[in-house]
Nanobody, 123 residues
């Protein structure tokens, strides 16, 4: 069991950058972890993921390069750096972890979730 707590969300303007953080109660080098987001009326969608051991990163296509996932295993912390934000990025952002190290990119494959942090981008 691992507890995940997101922080760092807020309200920003179009073009701004924001970094959100997920603090895990367990070792982040033992879980395949990801970021998802959910806008009102929409399904939860995959944003980025990072492997447990080698920190290989994964993003959905098309790869725009605006979002960057990273982690600090010493601090058991996961990050999502978001650049050049747009109003369509407005959503609740969730940190998630699988109970093993296998790759997965759909919400149903993740076992642990944080409470989410709201990111609002205004034009």
């Amino acid at each position: 069991q691992v507890r995940l707590v997101e922080s760092g969300g807020g309200s920003v303007q179009t073009g701004d950058s924001l970094r959100i953080t997920c603090t895990a109660s367990g070792r982040t080098d033992r879980y395949f972890m990801g970021w998802f987001r959910q806008a009102p009326g929409k399904e939860r969608e995959f944003v980025a993921a990072i492997a447990a051991a080698d920190s290989r990163t994964y993003y959905p296509p098309p790869r725009e390069g605006r979002f960057i996932i990273s982690k600090d295993n010493a601090q058991n912390t996961l990050y999502l750096q978001m650049n050049r934000l747009r109003p369509e990025d407005t959503a609740v952002y969730y940190c998630a972890a699988r109970q093993n190290e296998l790759e997965a990119f759909t919400p149903q494959d993740y076992h642990y979730w944080g409470q989410g942090t709201q990111v609002t981008v205004s034009s």
